[in-house]
């Protein structure tokens, strides 16, 4: 008969080195995996539609209004650029926008996107107005 | 204790209540946000902050019941850990729907998304493992090293996995990001709706455990 206590110590070893094998395993398979935003140069490699996330190149948006295209260059964080064609209507305030997300193909020289998210600076502070209207467009 | 029992419940109500009023109506609609979509804060954080506690309840619950081998254990485990699914399954549609709203997609599978997308699955893994064991002393034992291994991939899911990708979701670990800066008004109400929520769910809890033991006790009438 093996001792309880020294049996017990064994199986709560045995936990604690799964737990850390979790964490690891955890860690290291998700780590390309768990973000769908591709980098600008493996986007313009991918014939598949990918989604790329940056910033907007100051002063780069222009906006053909009867023809509904939208034309911007886009920034990674590595300081890359490319350039995004949208066709459909520009989102509002969409110059103040600090986070975009195109979802696309790239072909042509530039990234032709079918879906913009775009993030734009918010605060959750109160409005300077005093008058408050209840369910209008702020 | 049934009076205490009852006044903190109608506390709890007047309360929430006054917390509901507050994010619809005391509170004016923030800067930078579309319409009225700024209130949702005061229930998404809360949801998703709930619904981590209940996750870490029902680890420190298993690992009692490892300890401990009552049954009471196993319970409270069980129950949180199906409040915790409850709670986030609440955060994953309030986030969409202010996704859809502030960024134009309710879903993109944008790193959070996708990281509340597995804690789901693990802990609906979960559930389905305790329904899947008839014997009770060797489920809440199987359960309660599941929910353990559960729990840590928690803090690398809610915490970690969105602060290491670019993600269009706030940090939620520091106040640095602008996207953080509460106003104190705003701050009020939202600390003010997590005590509510979190009071909520501790009474959520009790009827839930109170229920597993009903039943427990049925059971061994039975035998």
């Given at each position: 008969m093996s001792d309880p206590k020294k049996q017990r110590r064994l199986w709560y070893s045995v936990g604690g080195v799964m737990i850390v094998a979790f964490l690891a395993y955890g860690a290291t398979s998700f780590k390309s995996n768990l973000t769908p935003y591709v980098s600008f140069e493996e986007a313009q490699k991918s014939a598949r539609k990918v989604q790329v996330a940056g910033g907007l190149v100051p002063d780069s948006t222009t906006y053909i209004e009867d023809k509904e295209l939208l034309q911007f260059g886009i920034v990674e964080e590595d300081g890359d650029t490319m350039t995004v064609l949208y066709e459909g209507v520009k989102p509002g305030?969409?110059?103040?926008?600090t986070q975009i997300v195109a979802i696309g193909t790239y072909s042509d020289g530039a990234f032709h996107a079918n879906q913009l998210l775009v993030k734009c600076p918010s605060k959750y502070q109160g409005l300077e107005e005093a008058p408050r209207s209840y369910g209008s467009e702020t | 204790m049934n009076r205490v029992g009852m006044t903190l419940k109608w506390f709890l109500f007047v309360w929430m209540a006054g917390v509901i009023w507050a994010a619809f109506l005391w509170i004016p609609s923030a800067q930078g946000?579309?319409?009225?979509?700024?209130?949702?804060v005061f229930f998404h954080v809360p949801t998703a902050w709930v619904a981590t506690l209940a996750f870490l309840v029902s680890c420190i619950a298993s690992g009692l019941y490892l300890w401990r081998r009552e049954p009471k254990y196993d319970f409270a485990a069980a129950v949180s850990a199906g409040l915790g699914l409850l709670y986030a399954v609440l955060a994953t549609v309030t986030g969409a729907v202010f996704a859809k709203i502030?960024?134009?997609?309710?879903?993109?599978?944008d790193p959070r998304q996708t990281s509340i997308t597995i804690l789901l699955l693990i802990y609906a893994a979960y559930l389905a493992l305790r329904s899947a064991v008839d014997d009770p002393e060797k489920r809440a034992t199987l359960a309660a090293v599941y929910s353990i291994l559960a729990f840590v991939t928690v803090p690398f899911l809610m915490f970690i996995v969105p602060r290491i990708y670019f993600s269009l979701h706030p940090d939620v670990?520091?106040?640095?990001?602008?996207?953080?800066?509460?106003d104190s008004a705003h701050l009020r109400v939202l600390l003010a709706s997590l005590a509510g929520f979190t009071g909520l769910s501790v009474w959520l809890y009790s009827i839930g455990t109170r229920i597993e033991e009903i039943r427990h006790r049925r059971r061994q009438e039975v035998l």
């Open positions: 305030n969409f110059e103040e926008a | 946000f579309k319409g009225e979509s700024s209130r949702i502030m960024w134009g997609a309710y879903w993109n599978w670990m520091t106040n640095a990001d602008p996207d953080n800066s509460l």
